[in-house]
């Protein structure tokens, strides 16, 4: 079992920034992807960016050159940086890892982005 602990949504105006933080339960050594999703009403739940075969990186078109996932090791935590950000990024956000073959979910955390 792998637990997700997100923080870090919230309100922002359009061209704003926000840090989404996730902490697993187990070491992200163990993990064979992590990283984050998204889901706005009405539409299917899509990757936003994530890590996978240990540092390799894979973003969505949409968020390229705005987002940034990273991580720290030491503090056994992935990020996404999220800057200029727009209305049509407002979704829950859900932080997701892979381990062993199983797939596991955070609760999510809403980002609205509203002037």
């Known amino acids: 079992q792998v637990q997700l602990v997100e923080s870090g949504g919230g309100l922002v105006q359009p061209g704003g920034s926000l840090r989404l933080s996730c902490a697993p339960s187990?070491?992200?050594?163990?993990?064979?992807?992590l990283g984050w999703y998204r889901q706005a009403p009405g539409l299917q739940r899509e990757l936003v960016a994530t890590?996978?075969?240990?540092?390799?990186?894979n973003y969505a078109d949409s968020v390229k050159g705005r987002f940034a996932i990273s991580r720290d090791d030491f503090k056994n935590t992935v990020y996404l940086q999220m800057s200029s950000l727009k209305p049509e990024d407002t979704a829950v956000y859900y932080c997701h890892a892979v381990q062993n073959g199983r797939d596991y979910w955070g609760q999510g955390t809403q980002v609205t982005v509203s002037s």
């Open positions: 890590f996978s075969s240990g540092s390799l990186t």
């Open positions: 187990r070491s992200i050594f163990t993990l064979n992807a």
